[in-house]
């Protein structure tokens, strides 16, 4: 019998990290994954994005969140049910925006006052300084019941690396 060996971070009855690869052992065709955008900043922001009830529907559509200075709970920008594991990585639901809506997708962060501050477009995600499209930036958390989530979080630090960027 081959077996694999990895190891799996908890905190809680939440799983926190997972190694690197697709050698996760259970679930497949059983995820239940969410995404959400969270505001750490001490601001209102506004986020325009795409925004879909289900990951692998064709019903995707541009809205525009009010995301509240330090919230906990963020906005749900997507869900997805039903997920085999390849669906429910932090990109899935980039990738699937860019291909309902086409490669000149965008997400957009305003001040409450509605000055653009950001945007993301799926067609530069190579570029340098694109947050938004790296592994690395996105926090994702896990419990025992097969469902995940994962975060972006909107920092003073971001926001700051926005405004030095437009000048």
Partial sequence: MNQTSFNITFQSNKITELPD????PWG??????????MNTTDRTLILKCPYSESLLSNDYEYREFEIEPLSIHGIIICRGKNLRNEDADY?????RSAEVLGEDVSWRIFSEDGMVLKTWKYSERDLPERRFFEKKEWEWEASLSLSSVWRFYITDELIEEMKS???
């Fill in 28 to 37: 497949d065709g059983n995820l239940s994954v969410s995404w959400y955008v």
């Fill in 21 to 24: 690869g697709d050698d996760v």
């Fill in 91 to 95: 990109d899935s639901y980039i990738q």
């Fill in 165 to 167: 960027a437009e000048l």
